[in-house]
């Protein structure tokens, strides 16, 4: 089962992996857990490139195409494989950020996104996707509170922020059967429980 995390920054995807990972050992599965951009040793080289601060120059068509190009490398070399051998893969952000980040944030045309994310993914698409939900601003102030990585894609503009985090609602909208959308305003605990519960759903769905 092929399982993403998604939401805007300062959202606790990150955080809240490894809980999410024990929890699904502890249930008798392998599991794997990635993240994008990365998960590959030339998917990290180009992470570096894409979230210096120092590369303000970057347009967001070189955006699309340095995350793109890592992608390719994740899907072909960690994740299709890791799901031929039956295992579960939790990876921290795929397509939808690049619908959700470049084309809503930057305005680019979505079915142009949608194409070059086919070729990307050669079609692989997740089987359950949990969207961490928290508004723009208190989600970019949990993030500067807790000291953790920021790097040129948060220091856009308030505004850009705000597209994103609409544009997730749009993609969730869009496919109720693929996404659960989760109130990451909430407890630790209370996230952590509610993402179980999703991935477990989703999980029966997949084996009935």
Same mark, same amino acid.
């Given at each position: ?8 920054? &300062?959202?606790?995807?990150?955080? =809240? ?10 249930? &008798? ?6 993240? $994008?951009?990365? &998960? ?7 992470? $570096? ?22 992608? /390719? ?26 619908? /959700? ?20 993914? +050669? +079609? !692989? ?21 807790? &000291? ?13 922020? =705000?597209?994103?985090?609409? +544009? ?23 996230? =952590?429980? /509610?993402? =179980?519960? /999703?991935?477990?759903? +989703? !999980? ?5």
């Amino acid at each position: 089962m092929f399982i993403t995390l998604e939401g805007p920054e &300062g959202s606790g995807k990150t955080s =809240q992996l490894p809980a999410l990972a024990e929890f699904l050992r502890n249930a &008798g599965y392998e599991v794997v857990v990635t993240r $994008e951009p990365g &998960g590959t040793p030339v998917g990290d080289q180009i992470r $570096e490139v894409l979230m210096n601060l120092e590369n303000v120059s970057i347009v967001p068509r070189t955006e699309i195409l340095l995350f793109l190009a890592a992608r /390719a490398q994740h899907v072909d070399g960690l994740i299709r494989p890791a799901l031929a051998a039956g295992k579960i893969v939790l990876c921290d952000r795929f397509g939808d950020s690049t619908l /959700a980040y470049q084309g809503y944030g930057h305005d680019i045309d979505l079915e142009i996104l949608r194409t070059m994310l086919t070729f990307s993914t +050669g +079609g !692989l698409t997740p089987d359950l996707t949990l969207l961490l939900d928290i508004p723009v601003q208190a989600g970019l102030e949990r993030k500067l509170d807790n &000291g953790t990585e920021w790097n040129r894609l948060d220091a856009y503009a308030e505004a850009f922020h =705000q597209r994103v985090h609409d +544009g997730y609602h749009k993609l969730a909208k869009a496919e109720p059967e693929r996404w659960v959308v989760i109130d990451a305003t909430k407890s630790k605990k209370e996230v =952590q429980d /509610a993402m =179980q519960r /999703a991935v477990l759903e +989703g !999980l029966k769905k997949l084996n009935n």
